[in-house]
């Protein structure tokens, strides 16, 4: 059966605002806008590389909602699940974002209390939204938001998958939102509806208690749980400005575990969004490859690393450019300097 979409993702949309270059926020007189959002970065990397994506929020119905639905659009993200908040004080949440220089770490402040997005229902959305796409994808954000987002989050996940559609979860776990014992015990609710699940070897050992090498945490979910898929990204911070960048993807099916070299001393210029590019790149290795881990792993790790390299949340990669970069990593020897 033809889907409309081959992934919706459900999330916050945020306002970023940065200073320019390496200022600071507490001194810089400048901010510049963008927009971004966990679940936006990953459905924005998907939509880059040919496959058909939406986003389901809810956005404030004036002039700052409009300016977040027309950069969703300029993504190549439907914005056809977008629903609009016309109350008085209707909001979207806002972040600021500074960058980091040896030995200054990158900074962030939150200003998302009480935004549109914890209005959203699922009386909100049609029925027949349960059947348009092929993937559905949400992250532990979401569920940390609020009590509402939270009950959204987890009757839309049990809709999809009574619908036969495939389930990613990211825990993207976030200290300022909620309690490593909260999220442990949210996710665990919500984790036998999950094929491919996305956790760090941090988090699952910090928030799931886990113990073990890598590849026995990441089995052990699959033990745990009707998992199909796990992927644990494993990055290298040699200084703000310099990330080593790889990781592994276990098939439960298979019991196969995939890794390849990793992408050595990355440039980064931004890694806001970079763990959602690696999503959107595994996502899409998946979806168009016919469930290929491999093609996952390889597509993960090069959207991620050539994520890092672009300023702003949101990724700009089209599938050309990403092939070319995987067959760079692979290929032995002297390259070209410059693509021309």
Avoid at 89 to 103: H, I, K, Q, S, T
Avoid at 120 to 128: A, H, L, Q, T, Y
Avoid at 288 to 293: I, N, V
Wanted: with cysteine.
């Amino acid at each position: 059966m033809n889907k409309q979409f081959d992934l919706l993702s459900l999330g916050e949309v945020l306002l970023r605002l940065s200073p320019p270059n390496n200022e600071r926020i507490v001194r810089g007189d400048m901010f510049e806008k963008q927009v971004g959002g966990a679940e936006l970065n990953v459905v924005s990397g998907v939509s880059l590389l040919g496959l058909r994506t939406g986003m389901i929020s809810k956005l404030p119905a004036n002039a700052v909602g409009t300016f977040a639905k027309n950069k969703i659009r300029y993504a190549g993200v439907s914005d056809d699940y977008l629903v609009y908040d016309n109350e008085k004080d209707a909001r979207l949440g806002v972040y600021y974002y500074e960058n980091g220089a040896y030995p200054r770490k990158p900074g962030i402040v939150y200003d998302r209390m009480y935004t549109s997005i914890n209005k959203i229902s699922v009386d909100d959305f049609p029925e027949e939204i349960y059947s348009s796409t092929r993937c559905f994808h949400t992250t532990g954000i979401t569920l940390a938001l609020s009590e509402q987002a939270r009950k959204t989050t987890i009757e839309m996940m049990k809709r999809f998958k009574e619908h036969g559609v495939l389930i990613s979860f990211d825990v993207n776990f976030r200290g300022n939102l909620w309690t490593g014992a909260e999220a442990k015990a949210c996710i665990e609710e919500i984790l036998p509806y999950v094929d491919v699940f996305f956790c760090s070897e941090d988090t699952a050992r910090l928030t799931f208690l886990k113990e073990g090498n890598v590849r026995e945490i990441m089995k052990s979910f699959t033990e745990d749980y009707p998992i199909s898929i796990v992927a644990a990204t494993q990055r290298t911070v040699h200084s703000p400005k310099v990330h080593s960048f790889g990781s592994v993807i276990y098939n439960a099916k298979e019991d196969v575990y995939y890794e390849e070299a990793p992408y050595e001393n990355i440039d980064v210029v931004d890694r806001i969004g970079s763990g959602d590019a690696y999503i959107s790149g595994v996502l899409y290795g998946l979806l168009a490859h016919d469930g290929d881990c491999q093609m996952a792993l390889e597509y993960g790790n090069a959207t991620s690393s050539t994520k890092n390299t672009i300023p702003g949340d949101m990724p700009s990669s089209d599938l050309r450019e990403i092939n070319r970069i995987i067959k760079d990593h692979n290929t032995v020897g002297q390259q070209a300097e410059m693509d021309r």
